[in-house]
């Protein structure tokens, strides 16, 4: 039986990133169907709601979803982050990000990273208070919200036959909360085969920057793990070539990592690989490895021989990139 992947395009230019990973992913397999609904500014402008009741029904009946980037409105004192919102609600408790290079000229030689972090509104709970000379931050962290994200963060590292997975944290700052944080995670991991280690959030930006082949898998909050993330990101050429998702128990959300670039929409040179990759990891989570990673030696091969955007130094657009990738799916099938 067919699995199903739920669409979300979104705003500025996810239409065009998302169009460009199923059209991908509809030549990689022919195990999925594809449902579409709306999310963000797309949304509202059709019903007068960032995430309509009928989204969330699709995206309860899914297997996973794949979402473009979406415009926030934080001026709006009743809005919610839709995307949030729903990860939320589907228990999406957990985010990964993938860095590795997609060609030898491209990036920095020895990084292949998986970076776990607990989603914010899983993990966290953050609240900002005014007072009358400045501002008072709380931050409330759960036991069992870290447990849960070790766990996953365990399953990810045995699939991908990962062996170092390292706790990045601020326990010197934070010696209560981050101290409890760098405790559950030895406990957690020790009866696995795995080695480990920890490092203070700052060691482990300058090792990841100096020895990136020494890190395989790092594990941290999310008010650490973006910085990383930003790093890393840096180090295989830009937020444009990086995989994210959100991911539970049982469904996960897959999309590019970074925003609504709105200068970028429906000029036709927009990079698509962040929400190429992404997609593939949406066929690894639904149970397709193998169509997955054929979608990821694909992109690297065009990477390779240079049929790129104009923003890693090519002069493709963004549908002949896609096409490209295609290409090279129909000929290795």
Request: glycine residues 8%; contains cysteine.
């Given at each position: ?86 990860k ?22 020895g ?9 914010p509104?899983?993990?966290?709970n ?10 008072t ?38 010696p ?36 990136p ?11 650490y ?109």
């Amino acid at each position: 039986m067919a699995k199903k992947i739920l669409v979300l395009p979104g705003d500025g230019v996810g239409p065009e990133v998302i169009s460009a990973a199923v059209s991908v992913l509809k030549c990689a397999t022919d195990d999925v169907d594809f449902t579409y609904g709306d999310i963000g500014l797309t949304a509202y402008d059709k019903t007068e709601n960032y995430l309509p009741a009928e989204t969330i029904d699709l995206a309860t009946d899914s297997n996973a979803i794949i979402a473009g980037v979406i415009i926030d409105r934080p001026k709006d004192i009743a809005y919610r982050n839709p995307l949030r919102v729903l990860k939320k609600q589907l228990n999406m408790y957990a985010i990964v990000r993938k860095f590795f290079p997609l060609c030898e000229t491209l990036g920095t030689p020895g990084i292949d990273l998986i970076l776990m972090t607990g989603n914010p509104d899983s993990l966290m709970n953050v609240i900002e208070k005014e007072n009358l000379d400045g501002v008072t931050i709380e931050r409330y962290m759960s036991k069992n919200s870290c447990k849960k994200l070790f766990k996953k963060t365990m399953e990810v590292a045995e699939i991908k036959q990962r062996k170092t997975i390292t706790c990045a944290h601020r326990t010197s700052l934070f010696p209560v909360s981050d101290g409890m944080f760098t405790d559950l995670f030895y406990k957690e991991f020790a009866a696995s085969e795995f080695l480990m280690n920890d490092l203070e959030i700052d060691a482990a930006a300058s090792e990841l920057s100096m020895n990136p082949e020494m890190l395989d898998v790092i594990v941290s909050t999310d008010l650490y793990g973006i910085s990383l993330a930003g790093v890393a990101a840096g180090m295989v050429g830009g937020s444009y070539l990086t995989p994210m998702g959100s991911i539970g128990d049982s469904t996960g959300l897959f999309e590019p990592m970074y925003g609504p670039k709105l200068e970028m929409a429906e000029k036709g040179f927009v990079n698509p690989t962040s929400a190429i990759l992404s997609s593939a990891m949406a066929l690894d989570q639904i149970g397709c490895p193998l169509d997955a990673e054929n979608v990821r030696k694909a992109v690297r091969e065009v990477y390779s021989k240079g049929k790129v955007t104009p923003d890693v130094g090519g002069t493709s657009t963004t549908n002949e990139f896609t096409n490209f990738i295609i290409d090279v799916l129909k000929r290795n099938k």
